[in-house]
Structure formats: structure tokens, C-alpha cells
């Protein structure tokens, strides 16, 4: 299946995740769906599965419709439309107009908020640590989980990375989203670590807030309080040319 042909001139998807990562079920129209063998394509016009995109793994779940059941195990984003892809477990797919109901698998999704949010944590207390502004070149929030930077980080300095972290997840501050346009984000948080190489001439940006430390440009999934995260546990360091691909994880 060619997605990006298959998501052609659909408007673009309301994606509720934004709004509130919170979501674990929810009620959508569906707007384009097609059948290949046992497996299923579905275009809706609102959705709360995040799809593989910004160093974050698509979620999972099941979309439920009056001819069937389909298991959906991959998530994709084209030209801001969303295309669910999955197993039919029972039935058919859904019809064109149909309201189908969905959910999805929330301890996935919720690890994935915890380790998110660590991951910008860990960009703050790096820097400090350093002295410096850093810059992430990738980052992943499956297995394993990881960022890029741009610094050989001594390894040295991991345990006082991981100590200052997990210090800051014990003052439990607000996480929230708030949105600006390139200006204003240039002007309040020049220093994010993605700031570098996330795409230019959006109308706004979405920048989620660790209360009193930092905002870094993003449309991921997050948890709205710090002592959610629990604690980061810094597993392992490996330097690629002048890069440190730092791996860490949550624990409860």
C-alpha cells in the first residue's frame, strides 16, 4: 500500500493526542478504508494513536466497527493525515461515513509519556552539567531507549546527570503545551536542543514546558506531572565519532 497516495487529498487529521495525552478511547468518522487480504487501512477524521514520528513509536490498539474488529499495529502520518494500519481479527473493515470506536494499549502509551519527558529532563540537566547548550541529533522512545547528542558526554559525568534528574523529578513541577511561532520560540527558548532541525514556516510550534526549566519544540506524548516519571536510570553511554548516544530508562 502506498500510504502517502492513500492519504491524498483528505484533510488532515484532528489529532486529539495534542490536547491531552491522556485519551485511551474516543469516537471518529472514518473517511477513507480499503482491504488488502487480512489486513486494513483506515483513514479517520480525529484519532487518538500517535504515529511513529519525532523519535516516538506509533501506538497500538483496536478499532471497533459494526462489521468487525481490527487490531491496529502500525501508525502512520502523511501531509498531517493519519493511516491506521492493522490485522482484521473478526469481520470487516469499516464503510465510508461509518463512527467506529477505538482505544488504545495505555501501558504503551504511557511508558512511552514517562520516558518522553525524561528525555527533555535529561536534555536540561545535560546542559547544566556540561555547562553549555547541547543538541540532540536523534532519539528513540521504544526499546532500546536513547538520545543523540551532539558532545562526547565523560562518562564521568552520567552519575551526576542521572543524581541532578532525578533531584528535579522530586520537586514534581507542572509539564504542559503551549504554542508560539518561530519568533517567539527563537526569543523564549534559543537554546532547545532540537530548535537546529525541526522545519521552518509553521504558523505555530508546539512546545511542551518543564515548569522552570526548559521548552523544547515537540508533538509527542507527555506526562503532566514530574513524579510520574518515577526515576531515570541512566544504563549506558556509546560514542559514534563525536556523538554520545546516551540509553536510559523509567523506573516506578
Not at 491531552?20 to 487480504?37: I, N, Q
Not at 541529533?137 to 558526554?153: A, K, R
Request: glycine share 8%; charged share 25%; hydrophobic share 35%.
Amino acid at each position: 500500500m502506498d500510504i502517502a497516495r492513500f492519504a491524498s487529498d483528505l484533510n488532515p487529521t484532528s489529532l486529539l493526542f495534542l490536547e491531552d495525552s491522556y485519551l485511551v478511547e474516543f469516537k471518529a468518522v472514518v473517511l477513507r478504508s480499503s482491504r488488502e487480504k487480512r489486513r486494513s487501512y483506515i483513514c479517520l477524521d480525529r484519532t487518538i494513536f500517535h504515529p511513529r514520528m519525532g523519535g516516538q513509536p506509533n501506538d497500538e490498539g483496536f478499532l471497533e466497527c459494526v462489521d468487525g474488529r481490527i487490531h491496529i499495529d502500525k501508525v502512520f502520518i502523511s501531509g498531517g493525515v493519519i493511516v491506521h494500519v492493522g490485522s482484521i481479527v473478526e469481520g470487516d473493515i469499516p464503510r465510508l461515513g461509518e463512527t467506529i470506536y477505538g482505544w488504545i494499549d495505555w501501558l504503551k502509551r504511557y511508558r512511552i509519556m514517562r520516558r518522553h519527558t525524561a528525555g527533555h529532563l535529561l536534555d536540561y540537566c545535560i546542559s547544566k552539567i556540561l555547562g553549555k547548550p547541547i543538541h540532540t541529533v536523534d532519539v528513540w522512545m521504544g526499546d532500546p531507549c536513547y538520545t543523540i547528542y551532539d558532545e562526547c558526554i565523560d562518562v564521568d559525568d552520567i552519575s551526576s546527570i542521572e543524581y541532578e534528574a532525578n533531584s528535579i523529578i522530586r520537586s514534581d513541577r507542572n509539564v504542559y503545551a503551549i504554542y508560539m511561532d518561530f519568533e517567539e520560540l527563537q526569543h523564549l527558548y534559543p537554546d532547545a536542543p532540537n530548535l537546529y532541525r525541526i522545519p521552518r514556516g509553521l504558523e505555530k510550534y508546539r512546545i511542551v514546558v518543564i515548569d522552570g526549566y526548559n521548552g523544547i519544540p515537540c508533538t509527542g506524548t507527555h506526562v503532566r506531572r514530574l513524579s510520574e516519571i518515577g526515576t531515570v536510570k541512566l544504563v549506558g553511554v556509546e560514542y559514534i565519532e563525536n556523538r554520545s548516544k546516551i540509553y536510559y530508562d523509567v523506573h516506578p
